[in-house]
């Protein structure tokens, strides 16, 4: 009686363990395939992150929110434009993320979920570069930063290899407000932006 009676204890403290350690999740951005207003052609560019983030799931809800960390080279060009900037630019972001995410489809315990999540977001970007090329033919130099801030919409899958790990593909938009300052500007000046990713692949480890 006394096995059985410690047998059980130890089985439900295994359940309440399990169900808690599927609360929280801490994942980082591999990869995006992703488009910024801030660059000259505006074109979906292969982006490679340092970022962390951090999820705590409620039932079908659950709150996230990220940092991120990017340096890209872009080759820019414009095929088929005429006397347009062509050559490489350098974009260096930092993104901060906080919302919320609703499961549509699938279980707690699906090796698929389908989730859609709405963001808040600040981005602090530079973009930068040597171009050549335009009407005059002189070329033109690029140094500019941008703070923004705005909102961004997403709709993903889930998938859960194990029970400790998932993997997340992610189609996003983001628009907001940014105040941009260029080489030659002595105030900041005020734009909208947009952003769009095709996919956003995360790996996250859940505890």
Not at 90 to 112: C, D, H, M, P, Q
Request: with cysteine.
């Amino acid at each position: 009686m006394k096995y059985s009676i410690i047998t059980i204890i130890l089985f439900s403290c295994t359940l309440v363990s399990a169900q808690q350690e599927n609360k929280n999740v801490l994942s980082s951005t591999l990869f995006k395939l992703e488009s910024n207003t801030q660059t000259l052609y505006n074109n979906l560019t292969p982006k490679f992150f340092t970022s962390l983030g951090y999820e705590r799931i409620f039932s079908k809800w659950s709150w996230s929110a990220s940092a991120q960390r990017a340096y890209t080279k872009i080759n820019e060009d414009c095929e088929g434009c005429a006397d347009h900037y062509y050559g490489t630019g350098y974009l260096r972001e930092y993104n901060l993320f906080a919302g919320i995410n609703y499961r549509i489809v699938g279980k707690t315990t699906s090796k698929f979920q389908l989730f859609t999540g709405t963001d808040l977001y600040y981005a602090n970007i530079n973009y930068s570069g040597d171009f050549s090329g335009g009407f005059s033919v002189t070329g033109v130099r690029k140094s500019d930063n941008y703070n923004s801030f705005g909102i961004r919409e997403r709709l993903g899958v889930h998938f859960y290899p194990t029970s400790k790990l998932r993997i997340t593909f992610t189609t996003s938009f983001r628009l907001g407000f940014t105040w941009k300052k260029g080489i030659n500007d002595s105030v900041y000046q005020q734009y909208t932006e947009n952003s769009k990713s095709i996919p956003e692949v995360k790996i996250g480890y859940l505890f």
